[in-house]
């Protein structure tokens, strides 16, 4: 009964962990208005994002719902990886479009300075 504590407990504490490490490694983006940000070190944070989310995804729906279900690793495994392909598809439509949107902000917001009139 000890063991099955503890090994709930470390369970506990290695998620926590993990995305710590996480807001760790994207917390250059908090300041990037306002000093360089390291691109690799966000990179490899929005990379773990991306595999966390699709895993938390995929054991909160699929694992539940499985349980009762025979169980065969290679779909599983399939599986996982579609939902963490979901997650990131989504993520990056999310940050084309907000780039796409900054993008055109900014050019409607700047001086024309050719001496062409703006359509």
């Known amino acids: 009964m000890e063991q099955k504590k503890v090994s709930t407990v470390f369970s506990y504490i290695k998620e926590i962990g993990k995305w710590a490490l996480l807001v760790w490694l994207l917390w250059p983006l908090t300041q990037s208005m306002n000093r360089p940000a390291s691109f690799p070190r966000i990179m490899v944070g929005i990379l773990l994002f991306i595999l966390f989310a699709g895993k ?56 024309n300075t050719t001496g062409e009139t703006a359509q």
């Open 56 to 111: 938390t995804l995929y054991d909160s729906v699929f694992e539940n719902y499985r349980k009762g279900a025979h169980r065969n690793k290679y779909m599983d495994l399939l599986i996982m990886v579609g939902t963490v392909t979901v997650v990131a598809i989504l993520i990056g439509a999310v940050v084309v479009f907000t780039g796409l949107y900054i993008y055109e902000t900014m050019k409607s917001n700047t001086p």
